[in-house]
């Protein structure tokens, strides 16, 4: 596995219950803002339980995920995630706070300590 999948699914480990974040704004954080679909693989190849894939959305808060899409949703439902009428995520009271982002993504590179 490469260093940025590894980046990656640190990120997605320390997002907060209740909280989504979109495949872009992982890119970005990691300076790399123009690999969402990057992302997007590696969450698709995400190789461990303890990493909630299911937090990672588009940006628009729509779910991907082909199949898996309903349990995807009933799962966020679950953790406190609030969806529009048209089962989109509420991304204005439901995305991780964008310096927190940031910070995590900090930490993650090894640039500050925890």
């Known amino acids: 596995m490469n260093l940025f999948y590894r980046r990656i699914y640190a990120i997605v480990k320390k997002i907060p219950l209740g909280k989504v974040v979109s495949y872009g ?10 690999s969402s679909r990057e992302v997007g693989r590696a969450m698709r190849c995400c190789p461990a339980e303890d ?30 995630v609030e969806f529009l009428p048209d089962d989109r995520v509420d991304m204005k009271r439901c995305s991780i706070d964008p310096v927190e982002l ?13």
């Not at 704004?25 to 123009?34: D, E, Q, V, Y």
């Not at 588009?58 to 953790?79: F, P």
């Open 25 to 34: 704004k992982i890119a970005a954080a990691l300076g790399r803002p123009r």
């Open 51 to 80: 990493i909630p894939w299911q937090r990672v959305v588009m940006a628009d808060g729509s779910i991907a995920g082909g199949g898996y899409a309903q349990m995807r949703k009933e799962v966020l439902e679950a953790e406190g």
């Open 102 to 114: 940031d910070i995590i993504a900090l930490v993650v590179c090894g640039e500050i300590e925890e």
